[in-house]
Structures are given as structure tokens and as C-alpha cells.
């Protein structure tokens, strides 16, 4: 039994929030991180509020629990500058697991972006018609065998079917037949196959950013960053834009207790120009048969020869009736 590659069991850590902090000295801080998926062994890399990043192991991460550890890190300036703004905490396993990067205010306030965008769909519509063809021919001699059957996916004009009648005459005639006539058509059906949408976005216009700022005091955490596009916003009662259905959730932000962090969201207001074309395709089939016959001349009705064998024996059942009446007439005189 093959056992499953090692990267099947990769665990990957998640950063939910941040409890008990503390400075320890001027330029030291301790913090215990919340999660889940934490292993023994991992690395914590802060990333500075300016530019490069602190990853601290081993003895800087003490005790570690599937669920929380703790971290100490320096702040001083002379490694990662200010204090007072967000930070970047990300978290990696030993099996290569990693988690994503969460923002922490550490020791002061901070100011946040967030952005979402809602748009209006302007659509125009249209529909296209393709044709596709199943042309069946068929060629035998006065109600033998089918001696040439093929189907073509053109329509019956297609110089591909009109070859094919040139060889059924030609199969026709090697069989013995002096005189033709058809291909006559049997039979004729056209239905829908298939009904694909298909939108194209042909342009977009703002024609309105809604802005609005609110203060976020900690502990608590918080969403900010891209949302992507939402479905709809509510402006709450400091004029903050408040959001729902959006594709993404942005990224999350901690804030430990007595920090702050002022989020300021811009929500752009867009009028999508789209175009949703319609595409039905049908489907035509199709039945042609072409006659040979022994004689230079074909019969007089030139109708397919299993269509004859059905009249003679109506009239001879008829002729077979007619007969009886007249016995039992002959009979009662």
C-alpha cells in the first residue's frame, strides 16, 4: 500500500487573536498568540511596521500549544523603527505549514485603508443561432439491402453529401442498378441541443467613492484591507461604511487592549457595461434515400420500394375481401 505524500499532512497554522500583552522593557514585547494549528518547532517572523522583519524560535516562543504560544520580540527602534503602527505576525510549522500574515498594534494607535468596490450591471442582451446537421444517406436496390449508408454533419447542399451521392450511384451500379431516383427525403426533425450564456464586459465607470472613518479600540479585532466586490454597503451612525456579500474578507487586524486603530473605508460605486450574448444551437437530422432499380426505366411513382410493397399487398387484400363478399352473395341465391 503506498503510503500518501508528506504534503497531504501539511497543517496550516491560523492566527485568530492576540491576549496578554506586556512590555517588558523599553524595546522588549511579550505576547501570547491565538490560533489553531500551532506545532512544536515553529517560527514566528514579525514583519516591521518599515521594512524587514524579526522571525524568532526555539526559547522566544515558550510553551507552544496546538492553539497558542508565546512570543517575545524587540521593537527598538534601531531594528524596526516606530512602535505605534501595525505590525505583520506570521506563523510557519515544521511540516512547512504557513499561516497568513495578521496586523498587530502594538504599544500605541495606528490608521488602517480599506476599500470595497459595488457595482451597478448594465446589461445588454443578444443571440446568435448556430446550425449543426446529421444528414443520413442511403442507397439500395428496389428494396434489398442498404448497399451505401453514411452520415455527414453538413447540411444535404454540402459538395461532401454530393460526393457521397456520386458514390452511392457508383455502389448502386456496381450492384447491377441501370436507373435511379432520389435521394428522396424521409424524414426531417430540427431541435435545440444546446442554450450557453456567455457575458463579456465591455466597460466601467465610478461614479461615486463613499468615504467614511471609525476608531477601533482594543482588545478586539478587525477586518480591513480589499473586499473586493460587494453587494451591498449601510453607512452606520458616524457615516462608516458598513458591508456585505463581499469577495473577500480583507485582512485581519488585533488590537490588544488600549490600542487604537482609526479605519478609514473608501467604497467606490461602479457601473459595470456588459454585453450577455445567447448562443442556441440547433440540430437538424436528416434522412435521404436513394433507389436503383435493374430496369432503364425507374417505376412510374418513384416512391422507395418498401412503400410499393406496402400498396400491392393493400390491394391484394382488398381483391381478397371483394372475392368472399362475392361467394357468399352466390351462395345465399
Same mark, same amino acid.
Given at each position: 500500500?503506498?503510503?500518501?505524500?508528506?504534503?497531504?499532512?501539511?497543517?496550516?497554522?491560523?492566527?485568530?487573536?492576540?491576549?496578554?500583552?506586556?512590555?517588558?522593557?523599553?524595546?522588549?514585547?511579550?505576547?501570547?498568540?491565538?490560533?489553531?494549528?500551532?506545532?512544536?518547532?515553529?517560527?514566528?517572523?514579525?514583519?516591521?511596521?518599515?521594512?524587514?522583519?524579526?522571525?524568532?524560535?526555539?526559547?522566544?516562543?515558550?510553551?507552544?500549544?496546538?492553539?497558542?504560544?508565546?512570543?517575545?520580540?524587540?521593537?527598538?527602534?534601531?531594528?524596526?523603527?516606530?512602535?505605534?503602527?501595525?505590525?505583520?505576525?506570521?506563523?510557519?510549522?515544521?511540516?512547512?505549514?504557513?499561516?497568513?500574515?495578521?496586523?498587530?498594534?502594538?504599544?500605541?494607535?495606528?490608521?488602517?485603508?480599506?476599500?470595497?468596490?459595488?457595482?451597478?450591471?448594465?446589461?445588454?442582451?443578444?443571440?446568435?443561432?448556430?446550425?449543426?446537421?446529421?444528414?443520413?444517406?442511403?442507397?439500395?436496390?428496389?428494396?434489398?439491402?442498404?448497399?451505401?449508408?453514411?452520415?455527414?454533419?453538413?447540411?444535404?447542399?454540402?459538395?461532401?453529401?454530393?460526393?457521397?451521392?456520386?458514390?452511392?450511384?457508383?455502389?448502386?451500379?456496381?450492384?447491377?442498378?441501370?436507373?435511379?431516383?432520389?435521394?428522396?427525403?424521409?424524414?426531417?426533425?430540427?431541435?435545440?441541443?444546446?442554450?450557453?450564456?456567455?457575458?463579456?464586459?465591455?466597460?466601467?465607470?465610478?461614479?461615486?467613492?463613499?468615504?467614511? @472613518?471609525? &476608531?477601533? $479600540?482594543?482588545?478586539?479585532?478587525?477586518? +480591513?484591507?480589499? %473586499?473586493?466586490?460587494? /453587494?451591498? !454597503?449601510? =453607512? *452606520?451612525?458616524?457615516?462608516?461604511?458598513?458591508?456585505?456579500?463581499?469577495?473577500?474578507?480583507?485582512?485581519?487586524?488585533?488590537?490588544?487592549?488600549?490600542?487604537?486603530?482609526?479605519?478609514?473605508?473608501?467604497? @467606490?460605486? &461602479?457601473? $459595470?457595461?456588459?454585453?450577455?450574448?445567447? +448562443?442556441?444551437? %440547433?440540430?437538424?437530422? /436528416?434522412? !435521404?434515400? =436513394? *433507389?436503383?432499380?435493374?430496369?432503364?426505366?425507374?417505376?412510374?411513382?418513384?416512391?422507395?420500394?418498401?412503400?410499393?410493397?406496402?400498396?400491392?399487398?393493400?390491394?391484394?387484400?382488398?381483391?381478397?375481401?371483394?372475392?368472399?363478399?362475392?361467394?357468399?352473395?352466390?351462395?345465399?341465391?
Amino acid at each position: 500500500m503506498l503510503s500518501a505524500p508528506a504534503a497531504w499532512a501539511i497543517s496550516a497554522p491560523a492566527i485568530t487573536g492576540i491576549t496578554g500583552y506586556h512590555t517588558v522593557a523599553s524595546d522588549v514585547a511579550n505576547f501570547t498568540v491565538n490560533g489553531t494549528g500551532f506545532q512544536t518547532g515553529l517560527t514566528a517572523t514579525v514583519f516591521c511596521p518599515t521594512g524587514g522583519s524579526i522571525t524568532s524560535s526555539g526559547s522566544q516562543i515558550q510553551p507552544v500549544t496546538s492553539t497558542s504560544f508565546q512570543l517575545t520580540i524587540p521593537f527598538d527602534g534601531s531594528q524596526c523603527g516606530v512602535n505605534a503602527v501595525a505590525w505583520g505576525i506570521q506563523v510557519t510549522n515544521p511540516d512547512g505549514g504557513v499561516s497568513s500574515i495578521v496586523k498587530v498594534v502594538l504599544g500605541g494607535s495606528a490608521a488602517s485603508v480599506a476599500s470595497a468596490e459595488i457595482d451597478t450591471l448594465n446589461t445588454t442582451s443578444a443571440t446568435q443561432r448556430v446550425d449543426t446537421y446529421s444528414v443520413e444517406l442511403k442507397a439500395r436496390i428496389q428494396g434489398g439491402a442498404f448497399l451505401f449508408d453514411q452520415t455527414y454533419q453538413v447540411p444535404f447542399g454540402d459538395p461532401s453529401v454530393q460526393n457521397g451521392v456520386t458514390q452511392a450511384r457508383a455502389a448502386l451500379t456496381g450492384a447491377g442498378a441501370k436507373s435511379f431516383t432520389g435521394p428522396t427525403q424521409l424524414s426531417s426533425a430540427q431541435s435545440l441541443v444546446s442554450s450557453v450564456i456567455n457575458t463579456l464586459q465591455t466597460g466601467s465607470q465610478t461614479n461615486q467613492i463613499v468615504i467614511g @472613518s471609525k &476608531v477601533f $479600540v482594543g482588545p478586539q479585532n478587525l477586518n +480591513t484591507g480589499n %473586499f473586493g466586490i460587494c /453587494q451591498s !454597503y449601510v =453607512l *452606520d451612525s458616524g457615516n462608516y461604511p458598513l458591508l456585505t456579500g463581499c469577495t473577500a474578507t480583507g485582512d485581519l487586524w488585533i488590537l490588544p487592549p488600549g490600542d487604537v486603530d482609526v479605519d478609514t473605508r473608501a467604497v @467606490s460605486l &461602479v457601473t $459595470v457595461s456588459q454585453t450577455a450574448t445567447t +448562443t442556441n444551437t %440547433f440540430l437538424t437530422t /436528416q434522412v !435521404y434515400e =436513394l *433507389d436503383g432499380f435493374p430496369q432503364t426505366t425507374p417505376p412510374t411513382t418513384p416512391a422507395p420500394s418498401s412503400l410499393l410493397l406496402i400498396l400491392t399487398s393493400l390491394i391484394g387484400a382488398s381483391l381478397y375481401l371483394a372475392r368472399g363478399k362475392f361467394r357468399s352473395a352466390t351462395h345465399r341465391t
